[in-house]
């Protein structure tokens, strides 16, 4: 599958911002979803997971009650919502696919991964 993220820019911090991720070429609604960041000079984390049919997200501890992750299964595309964004949040945006119908909270776990975009958030 292939995964286009768009979405990000530079906001002050308090702001909000939603991201996209566009799929094609494999069954979109088959696989569990993810978003990771990864900020300068640090390791790929976990954001966010949605389960193939959306019945199903996590999230990561930093992020729980502020960022929402959805899924459009008719238009191939999952979503994240970002609210009440910090300084913490600048990072590169991944999105990826699953190998299986549910999301995990390790890179291993993804099989598809989409280019990045940067979220930058001034204090």
């Known amino acids: 599958v292939q995964l286009q993220a768009s979405g990000g820019g530079l906001v002050q911090a308090g702001d909000s911002l939603r991201l996209s991720c566009a799929a094609s070429?494999?069954?979109?609604?088959?696989?569990?979803m993810g978003w990771f960041r990864q900020a300068p000079g640090k390791e790929r984390e976990f954001v966010a997971g949605?389960?193939?049919?959306?019945?199903?997200?996590s999230y990561a501890d930093s992020v729980k009650g502020r960022f929402t992750i959805s899924r459009d299964n008719a238009k191939n595309t999952v979503y994240l919502q970002m609210n009440s964004l910090k300084s913490d949040d600048t990072a590169v945006y991944y999105c990826?696919?699953?190998?299986?119908?549910?999301?995990?909270?390790?890179?291993?776990?993804?099989?598809?991964w989409g280019q990045g975009t940067l979220v930058t958030v001034s204090s």
């Open positions: 070429g494999r069954t979109f609604s088959r696989y569990g």
């Open positions: 990826a696919a699953s190998s299986t119908r549910y999301s995990g909270s390790f890179p291993y776990e993804y099989t598809s």
């Open positions: 949605i389960s193939w049919s959306g019945g199903s997200t």
